[in-house]
């Protein structure tokens, strides 16, 4: 499995943002898809995810902030950001969990930058 995620940029504080990962390759029909981030010097902490039949997970952080949503025709997963605040700045990694065969891939990231 393939990941390519886009969408990533710079944007002032209260600002919006879209994110988009597209799967290719071997995808199992069951499988959850998402978003983790990382910023500089601190570990990679989860943001959101979902799964095939759209169950939604969130980090604390972002509740009611961010917005997962996903196309499974597409096999893309979406990430609506929104109130943007300067500590939502980092990389933002893509995210897919095979559940039949439980294999996890990552993608390459894309950057976030909030300006205060």
């Known amino acids: 499995v393939q990941l390519q995620a886009s969408g990533g940029g710079l944007v002032q504080t209260g600002g919006s943002l879209r994110l988009s990962c597209v799967a290719s390759?071997?995808?199992?029909?069951?499988?959850?898809m998402g978003w983790y981030r990382q910023a500089p010097g601190k570990q990679r902490e989860l943001v959101a995810t979902?799964?095939?039949?759209?169950?939604?997970n969130y980090g604390d952080s972002v509740k009611g902030r961010f917005t997962i949503s996903r196309d499974n025709a597409k096999n893309t997963v979406y990430l609506q950001m929104n109130s943007l605040k300067p500590e939502d700045t980092a990389i933002y990694y893509c995210?897919?969990?095979?559940?039949?065969?439980?294999?996890?891939?990552w993608g390459q990231g894309t950057l976030v930058t909030v300006s205060s």
């Open positions: 995210y897919y969990y095979d559940l039949r065969d439980r294999f996890s891939t």
């Open positions: 390759g071997s995808i199992f029909s069951r499988n959850v």
């Open positions: 979902i799964t095939n039949g759209g169950n939604t």
